[in-house]
C-alpha cells in the first residue's frame, strides 16, 4: 500500500535560517503529492502541491521538487520566519479511478523558529 | 464563504455515552472526508464519501458510522465511544479533479473518559 516517511521532529531553528524538511513516499503508479501546513488550534491548510515528476510546487517562499528516482519531495525554504512555526505534513494522492481519492500523510514535523 | 465548518469544537463523553460529529462545507464539493488525528500518527482516514449517496470505510473504521445527508453535510457518529476515541477530528471536502486538493474544517477535539 502507500506510505508516506517524513522527517521526525521536532526542529527548531533560528529566524531566517534554511529549512529543509524529508519526505519520501512509496506509492503504486505515479501520485499527487502535497505539503500541508497546521498552525497551532487550526486546521490544515495546502500549503504546494506538485501532480508529475519534476514538477515543483512553491507558495509563501516555500519549495518542493517531486522527485520520481528518488521517490522524495522535501521541502525547503530560504529564510524562515517566527510566523512559520507549525506542524508540517507531507501526504500523497493515488490517481486510481474514482472520484474521492484517498490521502496518506507521514507523521508530521513540529517546526519552531526562535527569533 | 465559510468554508468546512464544523460541530462541536470541544467534547467531553464517558464510556458508553454516543454521540455525532457534524460537518457542512459551502464549496459545492462532490467528496467529503473524516479523519482523526493522534500524537505522532499523521492524519488517519476514518470514512470518506466520494459523491452524495456513497460512504467507504478508510483506514481506521471501527466503532464508527457516517452518514452523507445530502451534499453538503457529512456526519461521523461515535455509538458507544471508547477512550480509544480520544482524538482531535478534522473533516475535509475536495472538488473532482484538482489532483485532490482537500480543504479541511477547524477540528473537534474529543475527550472519552
Known amino acids: 500500500g502507500n506510505s508516506v516517511t517524513q522527517m521526525e521532529g521536532p526542529v527548531t531553528l533560528s529566524e531566517e535560517a534554511f529549512l529543509t524538511i524529508n519526505c519520501t513516499y512509496t506509492?503504486?503508479?505515479?501520485?499527487?503529492l502535497f505539503w500541508y501546513v497546521q498552525y497551532p488550534g487550526e486546521g490544515l491548510q495546502l500549503l504546494l502541491k506538485?501532480?508529475?515528476?519534476?514538477d515543483k510546487g512553491s507558495n509563501k517562499g516555500f519549495e518542493a521538487t517531486y522527485r520520481k528516482e528518488t521517490t522524495s519531495f522535501h521541502l525547503e525554504k530560504g529564510s524562515v520566519q517566527v510566523s512559520d512555526s507549525a506542524v508540517y505534513f507531507c501526504?500523497?494522492?493515488?490517481?486510481?479511478?474514482?472520484?474521492?481519492?484517498?490521502?496518506?500523510f507521514g507523521s508530521g514535523t513540529q517546526l519552531t523558529v526562535l527569533p | 464563504n465559510a468554508g468546512v465548518t464544523q460541530t462541536p469544537k470541544f467534547q467531553v463523553l464517558k464510556t458508553g455515552q454516543s454521540m455525532t460529529l457534524q460537518c457542512a462545507q459551502d464549496?459545492?464539493?462532490?467528496?467529503m472526508y473524516w479523519y482523526r488525528q493522534d500524537p505522532g500518527m499523521g492524519l488517519r482516514l476514518i470514512y470518506y464519501?466520494?459523491?452524495?449517496?456513497?460512504?467507504d470505510k478508510g483506514e481506521v473504521p471501527n466503532g464508527y458510522n457516517v452518514s452523507r445527508l445530502n451534499k453538503r453535510e457529512f456526519s461521523l457518529r461515535l455509538e458507544s465511544a471508547a477512550p480509544s476515541q480520544t482524538s482531535v477530528y478534522f473533516c475535509?471536502?475536495?472538488?473532482?479533479?484538482?489532483?485532490?486538493?482537500?480543504?479541511f474544517g477547524p477540528g473537534t477535539r474529543l475527550t472519552v473518559l
Open positions: 475535509a471536502s475536495s472538488p473532482v479533479g484538482r489532483g485532490n486538493e482537500q480543504f
Open positions: 506509492a503504486t503508479g505515479y501520485p499527487s
Open positions: 506538485a501532480t508529475k515528476a519534476d
Open positions: 501526504a500523497l494522492s493515488d490517481k486510481s479511478e474514482g472520484s474521492a481519492r484517498q490521502l496518506t
Open positions: 464549496m459545492n464539493h462532490n467528496s
Open positions: 464519501s466520494a459523491s452524495e449517496g456513497t460512504t
